[in-house]
């Protein structure tokens, strides 16, 4: 049987059909500042609790969290709710700025960056820990921002909540981004290719 030379890489994909930008509505008194997880990857965004703290002392800004309606921070208001498949999409569509941290680690580098690829195809702008295939697919300061240290975290999440135009603009590069590279529509075809490429060697091989 022939051996595929090379190893495929494809990561996560968005469905950008489902995946709709999220309107733009009258200009809202708080900024939402939202991350989606599980209970088991909470504990990434307790990384950021200091810098959130920071936030909502400085700033009017709502915190939600979609996955773990138990999740806290001392000193924090926090809106939590538990992550549910029919509402995902709308829940993620009240979020206004993205947050994507992770703790620096091998496994870490094992992800495929799908939280990053949800808010981007809803045209929300991320902010998103400098490590893995974050790397890959964020253009720091174009389609959304990366961050390695507290104050950088802090930096960035910043900017975007005191820049509308700039939420707009990474917004929309990072919509982009999930269509040209990210989107179903886009990998369908390469998955399409591996299946033929495969099942042809399996049945030269049977020939052979």
Not at 79 to 90: G, I, L, Q, R, Y
Not at 123 to 141: H, S
Request: aromatic share 8%; net charge positive; glycine share 8%.
């Amino acid at each position: 049987m022939r051996i595929l030379s090379y190893v495929p890489n494809i990561s996560s994909t968005i469905d950008t059909d489902k995946y709709k930008v999220k309107e733009q509505g009258p200009a809202k008194q708080n900024i939402t500042i939202g991350w989606s997880g599980s209970t088991t990857t909470s504990f990434y965004l307790h990384l950021l609790d200091n810098a959130l703290k920071a936030l909502q002392d400085k700033f009017h800004v709502d915190i939600k969290v979609i996955g773990d309606p138990h999740f806290s921070i001392p000193g924090v208001k926090v809106k939590s709710c538990p992550w549910v498949a029919s509402t995902e999409v709308d829940d993620l569509r009240e979020i206004d700025i993205g947050l994507y941290p992770l703790s620096k680690d091998t496994w870490v580098l094992g992800k495929s960056g799908l939280k990053a690829l949800q808010y981007m195809g809803l045209g929300i702008p991320v902010v998103a820990q400098a490590i893995g295939t974050n790397l890959e697919i964020i253009r720091d300061g174009v389609n959304g921002f990366l961050a390695d240290s507290p104050d950088e975290w802090l930096e960035k999440i910043s900017l975007l909540i005191r820049e509308d135009r700039l939420r707009s603009s990474m917004g929309s590069a990072a919509r982009r981004t999930v269509e040209e590279r990210y989107s179903v529509k886009v990998n369908a075809p390469i998955y399409l290719d591996i299946i033929r490429s495969v099942y042809s060697a399996y049945r030269c091989g049977r020939k052979a």
